[in-house]
């Protein structure tokens, strides 16, 4: 299992295309979309089989009251169907060729820190680079701003995933797809990490209720109602689940 994520715009959806080697995944604008929801590819890269889970991250306006309840059932849709499969073996980090911004750093702390605990590979992806001169040369001099802002790695590959008007960055397209897939095989670890479905759902909206603002109080009646409703859990379970993720809100 194999999560990518980023902003709104940076390439997730034409990364899974140039995986699969084919359109598979819309490169629509997921700007409307809710934080964590996913849709899972399958696909063979040379006789290994994984699942990419493209997903939608945060986006400049971060997260609000009425975003992180739509939330809630993608999140537990997401952990169950990880939990089930293996857990997570690989995260890989989309940005687009250029500065390290402050939603950089929130969507790397929310699949890192809050998803994964920290126990999960993480391999960084720069893409839109068909203009660059040399796809690899971008990575050094830019190196120095991912250690800036605490982002950790095990690989990474700069890459097009366009072929442009009359395939005018073919070259560059081909060189993308061999290196994507040598990254995924090179950083893919051979053991999934989860945690226990209850608990793991409890600690990740537990911390996305941290990155709420200030004045957004948690409604407690509320988030159990989409706990019952769209998780499925009874009503003590709930309320229970609830006021633990309260507490890891106010700790």
Known sequence: NIIIFGYTGAGKS????????????QTS?????CTVDSQAYRVIVQGH???????????????????????????HRLIKELEQS?????LLMCIRGGRITATVEQNYKLFFNVLCEKNVRLAVVVT????EPSLEEWWTPN??????????????????AAR?????????????????HALLLASLSNKGWCKQKRFWLVTVLGMMARMLPRTADLDA????????RYCHFSQRDAEAIAVSIRVIRDQ
């Open 49 to 75: 089989p994984f699942c990419l889970w493209d997903t939608v991250g945060l986006n400049e306006a971060g997260l609000s009251h009425n975003g992180y309840l739509f939330a809630v059932e993608r999140a």
């Open 14 to 25: 034409s990364v899974v295309n140039l995986i699969v080697g084919e359109k598979r995944a």
């Open 128 to 131: 839109h680079l068909e203009n």
């Open 164 to 180: 442009g008007l009359d395939n005018v960055y073919a070259d560059k397209y081909r060189e993308s797809e061999e290196a994507i």
């Open 221 to 228: 009646e509320m988030l159990t109602d989409r706990l019952v």
């Open 143 to 160: 190196k120095p701003f991912f250690r800036q802002f605490g982002i950790t790695n095990v690989g990474h590959a700069c890459i097009t």
């Open 86 to 90: 293996g857990g997570v073996h690989l």
């Open 29 to 33: 604008s997921d700007a409307a979309a």
